[in-house]
């Protein structure tokens, strides 16, 4: 039977607890000599560490853990990392977040243990590796810090390091940021992708292919350097060498990312389609080693690649695009091998809107999932309770459509009797150069089941529909945003899909500035929630870290030539026109956003009578790692709306809410 209760508090089936589980395989990579795959993998449960996990392709026994308590696989490059480890003929180097030293493990000994390979630094960072195992040197990206440094004092730059002696030597230098080092099958070329300020890697990226030797005396030698598009202003990411020595990259020269290659005969770049496509075969480069194709090892005229919602293959010589048939619709982190019979092979994180994200060993011989290598530890889920998010195309501000995905709430067991529409959470991602899917993700059917409806917004600036919608956010941050977020609300409101009454707005990082400018500015929501978000613009431009130390040059304008742009979107000298309530989830040890963002805000809401709270984690940086703090920020983020919206919300220890209840 069918209980009625009201929205918001539904008992559901998906608890707090779950959402620290089912963590995403990253910095995937195959290595034919030990037949396996690796993979790291946030553990909430041993404080948020990475370990780094092998699943050998000739057993079916559950994935192994390399790393004994004591080391933490993580980059900090460009402080959101990725490219944390690498294995290559059987050797592991990777970074350890406990002491920043470069780690090395033979694999082929099982009673091998890590060796140090640099020394411990605090000051000194690894990341995106390219090993070459034959010649004892990784390729990696360094980056080194100072005491009491500002973020322009930072140098980046593309580094060799001896394994055997830890001895590293500077490849190239000058430019503010590198990355997607690669050597060639024949270990004649090496390419890297690099950038200068204000310029973000989804802006003017410069790629470049050089020509290297090794020397006993000198270790490794660049011989020639070319920059492969030194006229274009465009967005290359993710340079791969095929198996024939082609040199493969995404660039949005067209508008869109497309797949190209790189004649080194002729210095020519060439298409691999026929003509470019209005969609994106790439995206933001935020983390390293993002993996958006993979050129065939089998063959040197194919790359497994996106095609929208299908996993495709590329024929170069037909300049082709055929799909691969499966029961999944988005894939991300695509890598390729060759198994012990000699068949392709695609290695990808693949979800579905009603299915976690499995890790998978697809084989196209057969088009057929050979194998999961890590099934998703997400409880499954009966259908019945599954929200699936449809895109909706929404007027925006100046004529303009944005778009966002929206979520009913779902859960069989219980209705509500009230006479009004559901409350509508929306969401604004983070970046805000990035995007969100309507991927399964129990974090929104947490929400669904319990009576919530969700609108997902991809609002102007985001990634997926192409540079000029990407555009639409250059120096209108806090602008277009804002709008895009609160028109999405107001859109469903009038379609009677939810409760014009209440509508609330979340966001994290840049996703906390929209929400906070969407209250300090519109009178559209009743709540917000913000986590680890930016109240004043002008200390993100003068405290920042290095990476997004000149982001808001093109966001909002330079700093501080136009500081009273910066002051007029800053939701903190506008705290008195919040008139909602408002909780602050922050962790103590944030780099990218410190503590005092939030706190400023904190105290000025204090100040001024209106309900807040907030809730300081310590021990956690951008974004929460530690399974206890997950289980409680959406614990009391759902008490928080119970409280503000008049629904109880069983089983929660609240906190203090300032000013509340109002007067």
Not at 105 to 133: M, W
Not at 163 to 176: E, H
Not at 336 to 354: K, L, W
């Amino acid at each position: 039977m069918v209980e009625n209760k009201p929205y918001g508090s539904w008992p559901s089936p998906i608890t707090a607890e779950s959402l620290a589980s089912g963590k995403v395989a990253t910095d995937i990579c195959i290595d034919p000599t030990t037949q396996s795959v690796y993979w790291c993998e946030v553990i909430p449960s041993e404080e948020g560490r990475g370990q780094i996990f092998r699943q050998r392709l000739d057993s079916n026994d559950k994935p192994e853990p390399l790393l004994a308590l004591g080391y933490d696989c993580r980059s900090r490059v460009h402080e959101y990392g990725g490219g944390s480890f690498i294995v290559s003929n059987g050797l592991l180097v990777f970074s350890n977040d406990k002491d920043f030293a470069l780690y090395s493990l033979n694999l082929t000994d099982s009673h091998a243990q890590p060796q140090r390979v640099t020394e411990s630094n605090k000051l000194i960072r690894y990341g995106d590796f390219c090993l070459d195992a034959k010649h004892d040197f990784v390729i990696a990206i360094q980056e080194e810090h100072f005491e009491n440094e500002e973020p322009k004092d930072v140098v980046n730059t593309l580094v060799a390091v001896q394994l055997s002696t830890g001895k590293v030597k500077v490849l190239a230098q000058g430019c503010d940021f590198y990355c997607s080092p690669r050597i060639s099958d024949d270990g004649s070329a090496l390419t890297f992708v690099s950038w200068v300020h204000p310029n973000m890697p989804w802006d003017y990226t410069q790629l470049s292919y050089a020509t290297f030797h090794y020397s006993d005396q000198d270790s490794v030698v660049l011989d020639s350097v070319i920059l492969v598009n030194p006229d274009i202003e465009e967005s290359i990411v993710q340079p791969e060498f095929g198996v024939d020595n082609t040199l493969y990259f995404a660039s949005d020269r067209s508008g869109f990312w497309n797949l190209y290659r790189y004649q080194v005969n002729t210095n020519q770049v060439e298409l691999l389609l026929e003509s470019p496509l209005n969609q994106e075969f790439a995206g933001a480069q935020w983390s390293l080693c993002t993996y958006w194709y993979s050129p065939f090892k089998s063959d040197p005229t194919k790359l497994a690649c996106l095609n929208k919602e299908s996993l495709a293959i590329l024929d170069t010589t037909s300049k082709t695009l055929t799909n691969l048939p499966s029961n999944y619709d988005h894939f991300s982190q695509i890598r390729t091998f060759i198994n012990g019979d000699h068949q392709e092979v695609i290695v990808v994180n693949a979800s579905a809107t009603t299915v976690p994200i499995d890790l998978i060993a697809y084989d196209v011989s057969s088009q057929a999932i050979q194998r999961v290598l890590k099934p998703s530890t997400v409880p499954k889920m009966d259908p019945a309770y599954i929200s699936v998010g449809r895109e909706i195309a929404f007027p925006t501000t100046n004529g303009q459509t944005a778009y966002c995905y929206y979520y009913e709430p779902r859960n069989p067991k219980y209705t509500s009797d009230d006479n009004c529409p559901p409350p509508l959470r929306v969401l604004s991602h983070g970046g805000p150069t990035t995007s969100t899917t309507n991927e399964y993700r129990s974090v929104i059917q947490y929400w669904t089941t319990r009576g919530f409806a969700i609108a997902d917004v991809n609002y102007g600036g985001s990634t997926g529909y192409g540079r000029d919608y990407r555009n639409r956010l250059k120096k209108k941050w806090g602008i277009v945003d804002v709008d895009d977020c609160c028109n999405a609300a107001l859109y469903l409101a009038e379609q009677g899909w939810v409760d014009r009454n209440k509508l609330a707005i979340e966001g994290g990082s840049a996703g906390g500035f929209t929400t906070l400018a969407s209250l300090a500015f519109r009178n559209v929501f009743k709540a917000g929630v913000c986590k680890y978000g930016i109240s004043d613009i002008t200390l993100l431009a003068k405290e920042t870290h290095k990476f997004e130390s000149r982001y808001t040059d093109r966001l909002i304008g330079e700093y501080p030539k136009e500081k009273h742009i910066y002051q007029e979107r800053s939701p903190l000298f506008a705290a008195d026109e919040i008139n909602c309530p408002v909780i602050f989830f922050q962790g103590k040890d944030d780099k990218v956003v410190p503590p005092g963002q939030s706190e400023i805000m904190v105290n000025a809401l204090q100040k001024k009578g209106v309900p807040v709270a907030y809730v300081l984690y310590d021990g956690e940086g951008h974004g929460f790692r530690r399974a206890e703090n997950i289980k409680r920020t959406m614990e009391l983020e759902q008490w928080f709306l119970g409280q503000t919206f008049g629904f109880e919300v069983d089983g929660v220890e609240g906190v203090p809410i300032d000013n509340f209840p109002p007067k």
